[in-house]
């Protein structure tokens, strides 16, 4: 039997980044999930940028997590952990409550190989795949987002 859980102690992370149109980008969660119980200990933002190319936002952030003891055994065991990041770009308003203007979920399954110890991340979306000789390889592509359009 499947089901869902978040693995982060503290499931909302947010991050919002001004620019000149009042418009800003949140980095609202990152999570983890996988077919059993596990959690991570905390994302921080290391640092963001948007610009504008077009009608398209692209984003540029560098991000850290900290996987917990649970995930990893989980992860070396042969159980793939599944990685959300969602993006908003929201409108900031002084009176109400911030509009979402534009949603983005990145979507990522991270699995370790035991014969020949590799560690692979698949992009959902795309289904291309990454394959790292260790955690801290495969840990530091999912850590990077370069040139996310949104």
Avoid: C
């Amino acid at each position: 039997m499947d089901f869902f859980m978040p693995a982060l102690k503290n499931t909302e992370q947010t991050l919002v980044l001004p620019s000149r149109f009042t418009k800003s980008v949140v980095l609202l969660l990152l999570y983890l999930s996988t077919t059993g119980p596990a959690s991570a200990t905390g994302i921080t933002i290391q640092s963001s940028a948007t610009h504008r190319e077009g009608d398209i936002y692209v984003l540029d952030a560098a991000i850290q997590f900290d996987i917990s003891e649970n995930a990893l055994e989980a992860l070396k065991h042969g159980i793939a952990l599944q990685i959300h990041t969602i993006l908003r770009l929201k409108k900031d308003r002084a009176w109400l409550w911030d509009s979402v203007l534009k949603e983005t979920v990145l979507r990522y399954r991270m699995e370790h190989h035991p014969l020949s110890g590799h560690y692979m991340v698949t992009e959902l979306f795309t289904g291309i795949r990454h394959t790292y000789p260790t955690l801290e390889g495969a840990v530091g592509f999912l850590t990077k987002l370069n040139n996310i359009p949104f």
